[in-house]
């Protein structure tokens, strides 16, 4: 069922779970993610209260309090975009109905075009550890002793970088590097990544909850993320190399209060 829309001029993408107009975006969890999924498949129709936990909640038991609570972040995060039009209404004791006449499924060969290019990438991944695995092993030590001090460099340079760079973000910018504006919990985040670079859900998701209007900057080489932000409130910064999983730990736990 899996597919990506486009509501009014607000573009929805399932696989990344986020909500985009121009720089503006907002990230869903995979549950509001799922719930917004089936009521656009749906869309002017009512789905019962059962049929969105089935699908938003596979295989677990969940009560009509925890569906109430996520279709009002829903709201909230298409609220975002459409401050006077609520899509979603409730249909008492029964379920949930999205109403619009503008919701606009993207074409198949869109979705195929970014199945091509994750395979393309994948593909590239696996020669690459091919290649590195057949090095002699002191070869190996050297290149990882290069790669650390690389991006140890790179991220000093970036911590320095991002302390004195002006408010005005935008004007600044590389046109190899995109910029993305989060707002979450009464914050604003501005994210700043190589344009060929695609954050996973759960990160954009664990930077949007950060409670500061930070400006960030992520980069990914081989298997670590480089990670530098900077609070412009406090006039201070941090800049981490870690692995996928270090750096999701890392996040949750509230990167703001962490390390100075």
Same mark, same amino acid.
């Given at each position: 069922?899996?597919?990506?829309?486009?509501?009014?001029?607000?573009?929805?993408?399932c696989k990344r779970g986020t909500l985009s107009?121009?720089?503006?975006?907002?990230?869903?969890?995979?549950?509001?993610?799922?719930?917004?999924?089936?009521?656009?498949?749906?869309?002017?129709?009512?789905?019962?209260?059962?049929?969105?936990?089935?699908?938003?909640?596979?295989?677990?038991?969940?009560?009509?309090?925890?569906?109430?609570?996520?279709?009002?972040?829903?709201?909230?995060?298409?609220?975002?975009?459409?401050?006077?039009?609520?899509?979603?209404?409730?249909?008492?004791?029964?379920?949930?109905?999205?109403?619009?006449?503008?919701?606009?499924?993207?074409?198949?060969?869109?979705?195929?075009?970014?199945?091509?290019?994750?395979?393309?990438?994948?593909?590239?991944?696996?020669?690459?550890?091919?290649?590195?695995?057949?090095?002699?092993?002191?070869?190996?030590?050297?290149?990882?002793?290069?790669?650390?001090?690389?991006?140890?460099?790179?991220?000093?340079?970036?911590?320095?970088?991002?302390?004195?760079?002006?408010?005005?973000?935008?004007?600044?910018?590389?046109?190899?590097?995109?910029?993305?504006?989060?707002?979450?919990?009464?914050?604003? #985040?501005?994210? $700043?990544?190589?344009?060929?670079? +695609?954050?996973? !859900?759960?990160? *954009?998701?664990? %930077?949007?909850?950060?409670?500061?209007?930070?400006?960030?900057?992520?980069?990914?080489?081989?298997? #670590?993320?480089? $990670?530098?932000?900077?609070?412009? +409130?406090?006039? !201070?910064?941090? *800049?981490?190399? %870690?692995?996928?999983?270090?750096?999701?730990?890392?996040?949750?736990?509230?990167?703001?209060?962490?390390?100075?």
């Amino acid at each position: 069922m899996r597919n990506d829309f486009k509501i009014k001029n607000i573009n929805f993408c399932c696989k990344r779970g986020t909500l985009s107009q121009g720089n503006k975006q907002q990230i869903l969890s995979f549950t509001e993610t799922k719930l917004l999924e089936l009521l656009l498949n749906e869309v002017n129709e009512i789905v019962l209260k059962e049929t969105l936990k089935e699908f938003a909640w596979q295989h677990t038991v969940v009560t009509d309090s925890s569906l109430t609570k996520s279709i009002a972040k829903l709201r909230k995060a298409l609220a975002f975009f459409l401050e006077d039009e609520e899509l979603i209404i409730t249909i008492p004791r029964v379920g949930y109905k999205l109403v619009s006449n503008d919701v606009t499924p993207i074409a198949e060969m869109d979705n195929l075009t970014d199945l091509e290019e994750c395979l393309a990438t994948e593909d590239s991944l696996i020669q690459a550890t091919e290649s590195t695995s057949e090095q002699p092993s002191v070869m190996s030590l050297r290149n990882k002793i290069l790669f650390v001090l690389s991006v140890l460099l790179i991220g000093g340079s970036l911590f320095n970088f991002l302390r004195f760079l002006p408010s005005d973000n935008e004007r600044y910018i590389d046109d190899s590097y995109h910029l993305t504006e989060l707002s979450s919990n009464g914050f604003t #985040h501005k994210v $700043i990544t190589p344009k060929n670079m +695609e954050l996973p !859900q759960e990160i *954009s998701y664990l %930077l949007s909850q950060q409670k500061c209007d930070c400006l960030f900057f992520v980069d990914k080489i081989s298997d #670590h993320f480089n $990670i530098s932000y900077f609070d412009p +409130e406090k006039s !201070q910064g941090v *800049s981490l190399i %870690l692995d996928e999983k270090s750096l999701a730990e890392k996040l949750g736990s509230n990167l703001h209060q962490g390390d100075k």
